[in-house]
């Protein structure tokens, strides 16, 4: 399987949910993109349907929102 | 690892989402709990913090709220 993708941007929130992530899914599965330091990849991220972080892009592209920590806007900003 | 428990009623945005947790975390690790079918379990999955379906639990006992269903409230009615 290819790798999943988790987006966060370093919120509480979203450092909740990658410790679980990690723990469920397996560090060596996921790429870690943290969009506030990377925002060139922001528009990646839209592109596969991501709203708001942290999210999981699955290996066959689904988004999986997860609790809530900020808004793609919010980032950009 | 104890098993994580993944809650839903069986809505779309459910069925979606359990797909991509059994492919990401393996249904030998999960406990899948239909709250519609179930609905003795739903103050359990409250007690845990549930607020919404889809929802993981994770062994450790957080929760993760995976994009939205319903809210339990209305599992109960």
Chains 1, 2 share one sequence.
Do not use: R, W
Request: some cysteine; proline content about 4%.
């Amino acid at each position: 399987m290819s790798k999943a993708i988790f987006y966060h941007a370093g919120c509480p929130v979203c450092v909740g949910a990658e410790i679980e992530i990690i723990d469920l899914v397996g560090v060596e599965n996921l790429d870690i993109v943290h969009l506030g330091e990377k925002k060139e990849q922001i528009s990646i991220a839209e592109d596969f349907g991501v709203k708001s972080v942290p999210a999981l892009v699955t290996p066959n592209g689904h988004v999986l929102h997860i609790n809530f920590g900020a808004s793609l806007e919010d980032v950009k900003s």
